[in-house]
């Protein structure tokens, strides 16, 4: 069986797309670490099944599921990033006839809006303040605003400038406050309605952009200052998203690049099981 792929990425957080419509992949968790592998794979921050939602048997009110892993091979409940690659996938190929629809995924259904210009708006619902903790990087600790966007964030606003911070090693945060991990963002404000984050991400690592982390800090920037409703752009290493909140409610707009298309080698494939 030929098994194709796609190579994408939004604001440089990159993703291989496996289009899997009827969920005939062994999709195990050797194989998504493989294939994200930068020296042995393809190379990518994640993965995006791209399944029908009645053949993963999750319940969605969409045709189509983001079944997303990290580059390590583990499960996460959303990808703010990944959702707006896998909705323009979907219309570029015309598996969805409208520019707005919804998309099922492990952290609840999303609905979806591409643009005509390519630009994709993604409704991510609810960022919840779930209280504070604490990041470590080095010797030094860093208080942060713990957001759910449906996956874990720990949102540390900082003085010095965030460029500056060492990331190549895992933050180190309180596992009793997060017993399933977190994705750690830290950020500068840039002025009114603009913030700079860089985000070392659960399950692989710093990463050049990352979607719910940008509704984190836009969530915890604005929680800061005693509202939860306001727009703000978020700069990453890949470029830039715009955050809006509505009393809580969040929606991310950003860019979309498709990379490379082609099939994996059925005995690489095999042998990574
Ligand atoms: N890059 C993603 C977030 C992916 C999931 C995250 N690493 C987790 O484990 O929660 C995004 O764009 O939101």
């Known amino acids: ?13 990159d993703f291989v797309l ?5 969920g005939r992949l062994d999709l195990t968790p ?5 294939l994200c592998d930068r020296q042995r794979g393809l190379g990518a921050d994640g993965v995006l099944r791209v399944i029908r939602s009645e053949a993963l048997g999750l319940h969605s009110d969409g045709e189509w599921f983001m079944d997303y892993r990290n580059a390590d091979g583990s499960l996460a409940e959303m990808c703010g990033n990944g959702m707006r690659v896998f909705a323009r996938y979907l ?3 015309g598996l969805a006839r409208e520019r707005e629809f ?3 995924s492990r952290a609840g259904d999303k609905p979806v809006r591409v643009h005509a210009d390519g630009l994709v708006t993604v409704r991510m619902g609810p960022a919840t303040i779930t209280g504070s903790s604490v990041a470590m990087v080095g010797d030094r600790n860093f208080s942060g605003v713990a957001v759910d966007v449906g996956n874990p964030h720990l949102v540390s606003i900082v003085d010095e400038d965030v460029d500056g911070l060492d990331l190549r090693e895992q933050p180190r945060y309180d596992s009793d406050f997060f017993p399933e991990g977190v994705n750690l963002e830290f ?7 603009a913030l700079r984050m860089r985000v070392y991400e659960r399950g692989v690592g710093e990463t050049r952009s990352c979607g719910t982390g940008t509704v984190a800090a ?3 920037a604005l929680h800061l200052a005693g509202t939860d409703t ?13 955050v809006i909140m509505d009393h809580g409610e969040s929606t991310l707009t950003g860019p979309v690049e498709f990379v490379a298309r082609g099939e994996l080698d059925e005995n690489w494939w095999a042998a990574q099981a």
Not at 3 to 10: A, C, D
Request: glycine share 18%.
């Open 102 to 104: 919804v998309v099922g």
């Open 18 to 22: 496996l289009p899997d419509p009827a």
């Open 1 to 13: 069986m030929a098994i194709e792929f796609l190579k994408g990425h939004g604001t440089q957080n």
């Open 30 to 34: 050797g194989r998504v670490a493989a």
């Open 187 to 193: 950020v500068n404000p840039r002025g009114e309605g």
């Open 230 to 242: 306001g727009e703000s752009t978020v700069d990453i290493p890949g470029g830039r998203v715009v």
């Open 218 to 220: 836009v969530a915890a």
């Open 91 to 93: 219309v570029d190929t």
